[in-house]
């Protein structure tokens, strides 16, 4: 049986990236989770280190172990798409554009990897799991805002139907922004008209193929 990682090593795993799972340590410890079969190497440069499905299994799982007496990481290190109609307004400075780069990124590299053909023009599994997030991170990567703060934007909402997520916008005219972005994205939108309130939305999905 595989012995359960060390306080250091569920740090490093703990702290990997939310969407690719791309993790950063030491190569003593990046090595024993690759032995422990909770990471492996990418083939191709940089040669970065990416938990494997049992290294997430641990992630989501609770820490039962007392923890060490160091500091506990800000919440604020993890990146989160923003799906809009947050209470504050939408940050905009130059820090968050950089997370969302390199979190739209590490969301394409994952494409790569993870799709059959190593696609990255159409959506992965994990997109498919996280609708919500994988929809609000590619419209934020594409230049569009999230509403928040009584600012006007776009807002990500989950629906009935499998595999298929709303896109309000307080603009009319913002829908078709926010279509051509998820289009670009690998994703298929389509305009409705909600019933009762008469207001247009989007109702987008990931494309197959």
């Not at 969407?19 to 492996?40: N, P, S």
């Not at 440069?45 to 007496?69: K, M, S």
């Amino acid at each position: 049986m595989t012995r359960p990682p060390t306080a250091a090593q569920r740090r490093v795993i703990d702290a990997a990236d939310p969407v690719t799972g791309r993790l950063r340590g030491t190569e003593a410890q990046l090595a024993t989770l690759v032995r422990q079969g909770l990471a492996f190497r990418h083939p191709r440069p940089p040669h970065d280190h990416f938990l494997t499905p049992a290294g997430h299994r641990i992630r989501r799982a609770p820490v039962t172990a007392p923890p060490e007496p160091t500091p506990a990481q800000p919440a604020t290190g993890v990146f989160s798409a923003r799906p809009g109609g947050e209470d504050e307004p939408p940050d905009t400075g130059p820090a968050r554009a950089r997370e969302v780069h390199s979190a739209w990124q590490g969301l394409l590299e994952l494409r790569r990897m993870t799709n059959p053909d190593g696609a990255v023009d159409r959506p992965c599994g994990w997109e498919r799991t996280h609708l919500v997030q994988a929809a609000a991170l590619a419209l934020e990567a594409a230049g569009q805002r999230p509403a928040g703060g009584g600012q006007d934007g776009y807002r990500v909402r989950a629906t009935a139907q499998p595999e298929a997520v709303a896109v309000h916008a307080d603009a009319p005219d913002a829908l078709g922004g926010c279509a051509a972005a998820l289009e670009e994205a690998g994703w298929q939108a389509g305009e409705y008209t909600e019933p009762r309130t008469r207001a247009r939305y989007l109702l987008a999905s990931p494309r197959r193929v």
